[in-house]
């Protein structure tokens, strides 16, 4: 993926903010955020709880809570508009026809009621001038397309008939229904799948990312995900972008403590074949409520200096596309 | 060799579920379908598989917090369902149990402090300076400052919780420590924090461990011997280092295929997933419960449960491709 | 991940937050100030007012309101209606509480076992819980003040008991949510009793929606005792009760409006205090009815 840079653009979020008023304060959950999605790519945003993945993602799709959120500041454009200035209609309007997202527990965004063929079907109808039968006979398609095996039988099933994998590839499919499938952001959609499921799912987005040309936020927690499927990933901390990069350099030359702590806690991780202990990261993560302008990783870093609690760092480039934020980054033995 | 502190024979724990319709036959789940294993004193065995496999109810009938159907569990010589009153209170204050969910298994109206005094004054330890003290060691050792001592668990982070819920399990010097899924829950960096102390305390205490996890690098690292489990069944269980090495079975083969590396490169022509649904445990397919999703199921997977057959000393498989 | 960073924030300090929240719940505030003038008025009842429930005085009987010091006019013996409204609210006040204690001992009992122990006892509970819910309400307690005898203190015993089962209902309910909880386990794997179990880990856990339908008990029970007192079957005269006053002024529904009329109010204000507060509760309390 070298060209990532010469790629056209989808979406592009600039200094985007967003806080949640509650009684005990302010808590700030994303916080001067800038980042690109291509044409064609999967973006991956990696981070713990609390880093700030998901309220991007709802800020794209406008769908944070107000209150308690506020998006204080920032642009989010997508195809040359700034989302966060359209009216509800519109809003509404572009989720239903480019944007699209599935979540973790797909149950929660089904119908219950319904037939999941029927709320395929409703998705074709709202959005071209065609009759229900022709509707049923594209999410027919559709669910092959996503292979759920007996597609014609599997319509008439309500949701909960279906198996957690199977849910999720309806929901996948729901997206796919939609006229222009530009963006689909995923939410952690398989952390509360089977390994083999996941590896099913995953393998699927893929495919149908290459075959319809769309593009992919992933939202994740997890690593190995990210190595699996990831064009491009960000790196987030506590509301903060820290690193960026593609995925290859990412994996290669991981830069910012929080990185590479992040990728030695992993029990997988090669090193640790015979390994007694693992390198866990210290302490735990800040209260998102009481966090200064400083970096938030300060009191977890193994690097940390008097500059860090101070001012959030620049970024700094170490590669054609790969970026970290980090005040020190030459207090760091070579890894690997 | 060590002495086996838990000896689980032809162990079946079966669930009957409420008839949907009057007059049709209850299903039956077949949760822990006839498993057999022993657990020698100081080891961490592994138990892996996915949803469904029976591993946490398999935790639970051993603890004897579940009914068993059939077989027996015999910890240190005795049948634990045929312990009286007093004899059960005993096999408590050795078997201990570690839960998955750090939010729902500490009571959230009881401070830390009586959290922890719980199992003692249990247990009939009544002098408050004894319990006290007792108190600020375990806390000291699994890392949490007994200073919040007076605080609800809700002030904790999840990390620290399942900090408390390790401090719990010890308060009664247990040797045999059952861990259900206890860092599944647990963000990637506090997870490793949490798997370091397990080992920490294994190290210092000689604890025998069942770590039952879903997630195979986690049991992989802990763990000594691992035990795969599908749909009620071992399918295949081994040494740590013989089972990464060579696993045969094809579902362990699956598993170890599925499981995502940390490393991109390569990605592209990885072997092709393993395809299909976890069944439901309610009817699970006829003979080999895997047979629907292995590339090299033959007639006889089809018609009869292979047994669990030594291939190698101390690696077992379950599977008619190794017969 | 965002949404279990703010469940954290809101379990955090749930006594906090729900008041928090009730600060922005109008109709609760609203709720909560009739509540408090109410039991104001019950406590300080001899310093509110200088006439007396009960003292008679013919010659000025049926005066009309907000013309004498009488500011609330007098009744048809000349009784002052301002005082007996006022004295009304301890005995509604003590009605209430007594009424719902009963209730509410006995549900939580029950209801607590039935939900714990389960199986065939559980089944025979609430199958006894359908057959008394079956009834009319207002039926069922007037058939045990029958058994036991019109009198106040009978009154409230009627009310407690006819109301045992929905106490029952809603402990149970929680009982059932809790007991699937992992604490639960892990403390029976601890080697915890059963009677610890229920009673040290599950009830205290099931407190919320329990204080809700108490409040809401409190504004039912009053209105129970008025109806009862009003059929003649809860307190007798002269107590001021808000029922019997209603009661033994009906004749003079056309004559002297106002001797029906303000009891009446009383008992709509309160009621609807309780009601309100409950509802606003209710909101902030119990998860399930959070959007």
Not at chain 1, 254 to 274: A, D, Q, V
Not at chain 2, 256 to 282: C, L, W, Y
Not at chain 3, 102 to 107: A, H, K, V
Not at chain 3, 135 to 149: D, E, K, Q, R
Request: proline share 5%.
């Amino acid at each position: 993926m070298k060209d990532t840079n010469t790629r056209e653009t989808l979406l592009s979020m600039e200094n985007v903010n967003v806080s949640f008023k509650t009684h005990r304060g302010t808590v700030r959950a994303v916080r001067n955020l800038n980042l690109k999605i291509n044409k064609g790519d999967t973006l991956a945003l990696v981070g713990e709880s609390g880093c700030g993945k998901s309220v991007t993602a709802h800020t794209i799709n406008q769908l944070i809570p107000m209150p308690p959120g506020v998006i204080e500041s920032g642009k989010v454009i997508f195809e040359g508009r700034d989302l966060l200035k359209l009216n509800i209609k519109e809003v509404a309007k572009l989720r239903g026809e480019k944007i699209s997202m599935i979540f973790q527990e797909p149950m929660t965004s089904l119908n219950p009621v319904f037939k999941i063929g029927d709320q395929i079907a409703e998705v074709f109808m709202t959005h071209r001038q065609i009759s229900r039968k022709e509707a049923l006979k594209r999410t027919v398609d559709l669910l092959n397309l996503v292979k759920i095996p007996a597609a014609e039988k599997r319509i008439n099933d309500y949701p909960h008939q279906l198996s957690g994998g199977m849910r999720q590839r309806a929901m996948i499919a729901m997206a796919l229904a939609s006229p222009e499938p530009g963006l689909l952001i995923a939410d952690e959609p398989t952390t509360a799948l089977d390994v083999t499921i996941q590896a099913q799912i995953l393998r699927l987005i893929s495919d149908l990312k290459k075959d319809v040309n769309m593009s992919v936020l992933l939202i994740t927690h997890d690593m190995g995900v990210v190595a699996e499927t990831a064009d491009r990933v960000v790196v987030m901390y506590a509301g903060r972008k820290v690193e960026e990069a593609d995925v290859y350099s990412l994996f290669d030359n991981p830069k910012h403590p929080y990185t590479l702590g992040l990728l030695n806690s992993l029990p997988s991780n090669e090193k640790y074949h015979n390994a007694e202990r693992l390198e866990a990261i210290k302490g735990t993560i800040p209260d998102l409520l009481t966090i200064g302008d400083g970096c938030p990783f300060e009191n977890r870093c193994p690097d940390a200096g008097p500059k860090c609690s101070g001012t959030f760092p620049e970024e700094t480039k170490i590669g054609e596309d790969h970026s970290v934020w980090c005040h020190y980054l030459e207090n760091q033995e070579p890894s690997k | 060799m060590k002495e086996n502190v838990l000896e689980v024979k032809n162990l079946k724990t079966y669930f009957t579920l409420k008839s949907e319709r009057i007059g049709s036959e209850p299903e039956v789940v077949k949760a822990v379908n006839d498993l057999s294993f022993e657990v020698k004193k100081g080891e961490i065995l592994g138990i892996v598989g996915e949803s469904g496999c029976g591993k946490s109810t398999l935790g639970k009938t051993i603890m004897r917090l579940n009914h068993k159907t059939e077989g027996t569990i015999s910890y240190k010589g005795s049948e634990i369902f045929d312990l009286d009153k007093n004899e059960l209170k005993d096999f408590r204050k050795e078997m201990q149990m570690v839960f998955q969910d750090p939010f729902s298994s500490l009571n959230p109206r009881k401070k830390v402090g009586d959290l922890l005094a719980q199992p003692l004054k249990i247990h009939g330890m009544t002098d408050k300076k004894e319990i006290d003290e007792k108190i600020n060691a375990i806390m000291r050792e699994v890392g949490i400052n007994p200073a919040y001592k007076g605080r609800f668990p809700h002030q904790f982070s999840g990390g620290q919780r399942q900090r408390i819920g390790i401090a719990r399990a010890l308060m009664l010097n247990p040797e045999f420590i059952i861990c259900d899924e206890a860092v599944s829950a647990l963000d990637v960096s506090i997870q490793a924090q949490v798997i370091n102390l397990l080992l920490d305390l294994h190290d210092k205490y000689g604890f025998t461990y069942i770590f039952i996890a879903h997630d195979l690098a986690v049991v992989e690292f802990i763990s000594t011997r691992i035990l795969v489990m599908y749909l009620g069944k071992i399918v295949e269980t081994a040494d740590k280092d013989v089972l990464v090495k060579t696993h045969m079975h094809p579902y362990t083969k699956a598993l170890f295929n599925a499981f995502p590396a940390t490393d991109p490169q390569g990605r592209e022509n990885k072997e092709q997933v393993v395809m299909g649904d976890v069944p439901s445990p309610i009817k699970p397919p006829s003979g080999c419960h895997f047979h629907p999703r292995c590339p090299h199921a033959k007639d006889i997977c089809r018609e009869k449960y292979p047994e669990l057959k030594e291939v190698e000393p101390g690696h077992k498989v379950a599977c008619w491709l190794y017969e | 991940m965002e949404n279990t960073e703010q469940n954290k924030l809101e379990k955090n300090s749930l006594l906090k937050e729900a008041l928090f929240q009730l600060k922005g719940n109008k109709p609760a505030i609203i709720g909560f100030i009739i509540i408090a003038a109410f039991i104001i008025m019950a406590i300080f009842a001899p310093y509110l007012t200088p006439f007396s429930p009960t003292d008679q005085d013919i010659s000025i009987r049926k005066t009309a309101p907000f013309v004498t010091e009488h500011l609330l006019g007098t009744d048809d013996l000349g009784r002052d209606l301002l005082t007996r409204i006022i004295f009304g609210s301890r005995i509604s006040l003590i009605i209430g509480t007594i009424s719902v204690g009963i209730s509410l001992t006995f549900g939580i009992l029950i209801g607590l076992l039935s939900g714990y122990i389960g199986g065939w006892f559980d089944n025979i509970v609430q199958r006894l819980v359908d057959i008394m819910l079956a009834f009319p309400y207002i039926l069922l307690t007037i058939v045990i003040v029958a058994l036991l005898g019109p009198s106040l203190v009978n009154a409230m015993i009627a009310i407690g008991i006819s109301q045992i089962p929905s106490y029952i209902r809603v402990v149970r309910a929680s009982v059932l949510a809790e007991k699937e909880n992992d604490y639960v386990t892990a403390e029976r794997s601890l080697g915890a009793s059963d009677r610890e179990l229920m009673f040290k880990s599950i009830l205290p856990n099931c407190i919320a929606p329990i204080f809700v339908q108490a409040t809401l008990g409190i504004g039912n029970a009053i209105l129970s005792s008025a109806a009862l007192s009003f059929l003649g079957l809860g307190a007798q005269p002269p107590t001021p009760e808000w029922g019997l006053m209603i009661a033994s002024s009906r004749e003079f529904v056309t004559s002297a409006w106002w001797i029906v009329t303000f009891p009446g109010i009383a008992v709509f204000l309160t009621v609807l205090g309780f009601n309100l507060l409950a509802d606003g509760l209710r909101d902030v309390l119990d998860p399930r009815m959070k959007s």
